[in-house]
């Protein structure tokens, strides 16, 4: 194959994709009914101009019957006055006109005949606008309805251009949030643990330490807790809400003894410490 023949055939091969992905069914139809309509509308003005030439033969045959009907009238009146010579040619133009008649009468009968059948043609042609008419609307309302429905479910499986586009964006949007999610949160810890300071506020180191030693407590009943469920130690006094009453003092020491760290702190007023 020459290079000519394929780079033809690659032309028309993308114009014909590119005509393909162009065309909308529903502007064909439009078009083809539109010329549909004007071929009928040509149909119509060619049986409009024959039985216009029939009328004008149907005239002039009349006209011709007429005049002879008068050289006929008036070869008898030649005859009556005695005049066989006037007579003679009233009947001789009368058997011209006959002749002329004859012609235009087939003329006549040929018009006619050609204008039944214009006449049926635009009938049927007629029709089959009508019918083409409904079926291309039932069409266009059924590959309307495909398409919507087509672009409906191409949004709802992500796989529109339009969808695709927004979520990637809420893709993008998540995968930033969870980010700084993670950010914020390791920071939270940094900053509790004491690995990185809060400048927003004033350093107060006491507190700190106040808290790091409020927690303390709190572990400590917990251990004294599963001493006691293991059997190796007393159950864990709980504190009232209220104003604690005052506990004996030797019931302190052994608490005192299990926890060392606990030994150094004074007992507060109540028990609590």
């Known amino acids: 194959m020459s290079v000519m023949k394929r780079m033809s055939m690659i032309f028309k091969a993308k114009a014909n994709k590119a005509l393909d992905r162009a065309e909308d069914p529903r502007e064909t139809l439009d078009y083809s009914y539109q010329r549909q309509l004007e071929m009928l509308q040509k149909v119509r003005r060619g049986v409009a101009d024959v039985a216009t030439s029939r009328k004008r033969l149907e005239l002039q045959i009349n006209q011709l019957e007429q005049q002879q009907s008068k050289l006929t009238d008036q070869g008898k009146k030649a005859l009556q006055v005695g005049r ?9 133009r009368r058997s011209g006109l006959e002749s002329q008649l004859n012609d235009l009468r087939a003329q006549y009968q040929q018009l006619q005949g050609e204008e039944e059948k214009l006449t049926l043609a635009s009938q049927r042609l007629q029709a089959k606008v009508d019918s083409f008419r409904t079926r291309k609307e039932t069409i266009k309302a059924t590959y309307t309805a495909a398409e919507a429905q087509t672009k409906i479910n191409e949004a709802f499986s992500g796989i529109s251009e339009e969808m695709g586009d927004v979520g990637l964006a809420i893709q993008r949007a998540e995968e930033k ?5 993670a950010r914020a949160g390791a920071i939270d810890e940094l900053l509790a643990s004491g690995a990185l300071e809060d400048f927003s506020g004033p350093k107060d180191d006491i507190q700190a330490e106040l808290d790091r030693m409020g927690s303390g407590p709190g572990v400590d009943m ?6 006691a469920e293991l059997g190796q130690g007393p159950a864990p006094k709980e504190l009232n809400q209220g104003t604690p009453t005052a506990q004996p003092q030797q019931q302190a020491q052994p608490h005192q003894q ?7 702190w004074p007992q507060n007023p109540g028990g609590a410490q």
């Not at 066989?84 to 001789?92: C, I, P, Q, V």
């Not at 917990?222 to 001493?227: D, G, H, N, S």
């Open 177 to 181: 949030t969870d980010t700084m999610k």
């Open 222 to 227: 917990e251990l004294e807790r599963l001493k």
């Open 84 to 92: 066989e010579d006037l007579a003679r040619e009233a009947l001789t």
């Open 258 to 264: 299990d926890n060392p760290q606990q030994a150094q």
